[in-house]
């Protein structure tokens, strides 16, 4: 179930990153942005690139620590997904003015991943085998346990 796991957390965040690295350009305000806001497509190109780092973390290393990881940026994704389309909350600090009342394919296939990556790191965070991390590679009798298999 492991491995299931990782994989669903990683194609999830891979599905938000590849969305959002996609409408970044969309998000640009041009010439006409207020000052002290953070661009959209900055903010979309950010959370592409820390969904897709939190996915390659997961995969690399199936730890607590990792799947707290992918879980906060999944979880959040989709949170802002759902709130920036049913809310016109406006300008929140530096945060554009993001109101998208409109549901599309892309907008889907992103919520979807989001949500997936965020439920199966929730599991994942949860199940993980916690004695693995805490295991020393390197125990009083020498031999190491590297990929010990439980």
């Known amino acids: 179930m492991g491995v ?22 969309d998000m640009d305000p041009g010439p006409n942005a207020p000052s ?15 969904a897709a780092v ?3 973390l997961v995969l690399a290393w199936a730890r607590r620590w990792t799947y707290a990881i992918a879980f906060l940026v999944a979880a959040s994704a989709v949170g802002a997904l759902l709130l920036y389309y ?11 003015a993001m109101h998208d009342p409109s549901w599309y394919a ?5 919520g979807v991943g989001e949500g997936v990556a965020a439920l199966a790191a929730l599991i994942g965070f949860f199940t993980v085998n916690r004695n693995r991390e805490d295991e020393d590679p390197f125990p009083a ?5 590297f990929d ?3």
């Open 4 to 25: 299931l796991l990782r994989i669903l957390v990683a194609a999830g965040l891979a599905a938000d990153a590849y969305v959002h690295w996609v409408f970044a350009p």
């Open 36 to 50: 002290g806001v953070i661009p959209g497509d900055v903010l979309f190109q950010a959370q592409a690139i820390v």
């Open 54 to 56: 939190a996915g390659l």
């Open 86 to 96: 049913y809310v016109d909350v406006g300008r929140l600090g530096p945060i554009p």
């Open 106 to 110: 892309e907008k889907t296939i992103s």
């Open 141 to 145: 009798n020498g031999t190491p346990q």
């Open 148 to 150: 010990r298999m439980r």
